[in-house]
């Protein structure tokens, strides 16, 4: 591992980009740094100005070149029994610690310090850093600068997004959709149910709804499947509601997830989901006409879908490995392919470390990323 990528891993990691907060500290370090070798930023803000995504092209902005893509935010550390301070980095039996430096502020880093070896090396085609913030809520950030892109750039061949896949092809990646549904009942003393409609039991039956589609579909689900589970799931991950218990429940809210396989359409259980919620209703507005189930789509991030073309071909001919993969969870590869690019994930770090405490990312990891990259640069050298 190379100085210059240490300490701009240090550096990257030192700004506390938990989602809910700015990141516009770092898209400003990034972009004075860049200006420092001659290199333009451009700024792709958030409707508030509280972030931004950032561009920025190394080299002749002529097509072929190479997009190396990165979000900027990283999960909350909050409640998590961390040993050491997240957003410094604690180096430690070859290994670095902190928040962030496998998802995925190591990817960028190694690219970032690179530049100046870009410059001297003078690209004969360029690289296009595409930095992107709120990732890790819902890919909300990446349209908006892949908008610019398809405007302000040179038609790129290959997209390659940073995310840890332990420097192996990821050629396909599943979509996520976020979802908040509120029910709306009616308060009554908890002695007299028959003048209330409990919210909570309400929202109960439809969580039990929502996981009994998941059951079905791992009872039916292809044992070749490359994915880990290897079926589209659907999942619950926060509930409130409710105020005594003795009051019944005029509301409650959940919020939940579909993780849908390349191919199946996450609407297709959102329209199933609102079907039984109808048919749960008129019981209700017997009791209380302005009882309500509604739903609200909070995030919608399309799948990575296995297409072949050129990102695949360029990081299979640079990375040594003979065989890509596929993974469970959700990136803006989805996104850029939509869009019409060639996508494929491939960046240093295994998503087992991802989100932990302690996350961390094997020096030898950032090593490899370093020799990809550096292979990357001579190619477009050539």
């Known amino acids: 591992m190379k100085t210059q990528s240490l300490d701009m891993i240090k550096k990257l990691v030192g700004f506390d980009t938990v989602s809910r907060n700015s990141n516009l500290e770092l898209i400003y370090y990034v972009r004075d740094y860049l200006a420092g070798y001659g290199v333009q930023s451009h700024l792709v803000s958030n409707a508030e100005g509280t972030k931004a995504n950032l561009f920025a092209t190394v080299g002749p902005n002529i097509e072929g070149g190479i997009v190396l893509s990165g979000h900027t935010d990283v999960v909350p550390v909050d409640g998590q029994p961390w040993d050491t301070d997240p957003f410094s980095v604690v180096q430690k039996d070859g290994r670095l610690y902190g928040r962030g430096t496998c998802d995925m502020k190591a990817f960028s880093a190694v690219a970032l310090a690179m530049v100046p070896d870009m410059l001297e090396k003078g690209l004969k085609r360029p690289v296009h850093f595409a930095l992107s913030y709120d990732e890790e809520i819902g890919c909300f950030g990446a349209p908006s600068m892949i908008d610019r892109l398809l405007t302000d750039i040179a038609r790129p061949s290959a997209v390659i997004v940073g995310e840890p896949t332990s420097m192996r092809p990821i050629v396909a990646h599943k979509g996520i959709a976020a979802l908040r549904t509120t029910v709306i009942g009616h308060e009554a003393h908890s002695s007299q149910v028959q003048r209330g409609v409990s919210a909570v039991t ?169 020799q990809f990259l550096e292979a990357l640069t001579d190619r477009l050298a050539q």
């Open 202 to 370: 309400t929202a109960a039956r439809l969580i039990s709804f929502i996981d009994d589609m998941m059951l079905e579909n791992k009872a039916s689900a292809d044992p070749d499947s490359q994915f880990e589970p290897p079926y589209t799931t659907l999942h619950v991950g926060v509930v409130h509601g409710g105020t005594a218990i003795n009051i019944i429940s005029r509301e409650c809210s959940f919020i939940w997830d579909i993780r849908s396989l390349p191919g199946d359409d996450w609407r297709a259980y959102l329209n199933r989901f609102q079907e039984y919620a109808d048919s749960l209703l008129p019981a209700m507005k017997a009791i209380a006409p302005m009882a309500s189930i509604k739903t609200e789509i909070l995030a919608d991030a399309p799948p990575l879908q296995d297409k072949g073309g050129a990102a695949q071909d360029l990081v299979f001919s640079l990375c040594g490995h003979s065989h890509s993969g596929v993974v469970p969870y959700a990136a803006e590869a989805g996104q850029f392919q939509e869009r019409g690019f060639s996508v494929v994930l491939c960046g240093p770090g295994s998503i087992d470390q991802a989100h932990q405490p302690n996350e961390y990312i094997d020096v030898s990891e950032v090593s490899a990323c370093e």
